[in-house]
């Protein structure tokens, strides 16, 4: 794929400092020797320091040397840590003692790290759940100014010959994360997304928020929410090419988009594809995936203030390259917005 090669090169230009906190992992360990190798990103490897020199030699890794090595449960910087978390977090009740214990957790120091600035990204999962690393994430990191939650979008990468998308590629959204959001959060969902399509994914986005609905066929208070949401995100973000409430072949496919959505600026030619719900829009990358044939690379998580990404815990070692690399743009990005 020509854009993992993009993003590949991008981020190698613009190195950027990336934490994995499940550092003595396998195939974490192996493909750090290859992020370091290839010069994608800085790394800093959290766990066990012994363990990780051991399976260093045990697989003849050539570059883990260059790595920074943190262990959590021996670390000189550990008051320095606790410190930070008990500030953000006593307003909640948390006490020194409890930050002080959850400063040795692998997965709370590295997101600590990435909050003092100390890393610019942050990718786990391979041993760890979703929920494992968004709770101290949310907690420490937060989310981007005006966002209030957090999503994932599933870059799409269609057959050769697929009429739709740009480039071969659709961004799909929420499909990781937020089960039932607001019409606020839709809106949030729909600029996170189009942000995403055009800094990882490289296609300029046309969004479509979806419905069941195509400009009022039918009335239902979840068609309501998609055109609340749609009307509040075209107001926050102007500049972008938005439309809803669209039915998903009004959405791509030009002759439907005509004929039920006449004047729309994005009907017949999404690249950008918004769900109602975390339900939907688990079900249709999936769908397209499997049935469709598509690959799907993700997900990418959207809205939070410095990026941090989550694997699946039966991830690849190529998977762990690919994801840092898409954290490292995402860092990239966010620094060039500023």
Known sequence: MDLIKEIIRNAQEHKQRIVLPEGDEPRTLQAADRIIADGIADVVLIGNVAEIKKMTAEFGLKNIDKATLVDPKNNPDRDKYAALLYELRKAKGMTMEQATALAENFMYL???????????????????????????????????????????????????????????????????????????????IAICTADTAKNIAKIDPAVAILSFSTKGSAKHEVVDKVITATNIARERRPDLLLDGELQADAAIVPSVGSSKAPGSNVAGKANTLVFPSLEVGNIAYKLVQRLGGAEAVGPVLQGLAKPCNDLSRGCSIDDIYKLVAITANQAIAQKSNK
């Open 110 to 188: 590295g997101i600590l790290m990435v909050k003092n600035g100390e890393g610019d990204g942050l990718v786990s999962g391979a041993r760890s759940t979703t929920g494992d690393m968004l709770r101290p994430a949310l907690q420490i990191i937060k989310t981007i100014p005006g966002v209030s939650c957090v999503s994932g979008a599933f870059i799409m990468f269609l057959q050769d010959g697929c009429k739709y998308g740009t480039d071969g590629k659709m961004v799909f959204a929420d499909c990781a994360v937020t089960p039932v959001p607001t019409a606020e959060q839709l809106a949030e």
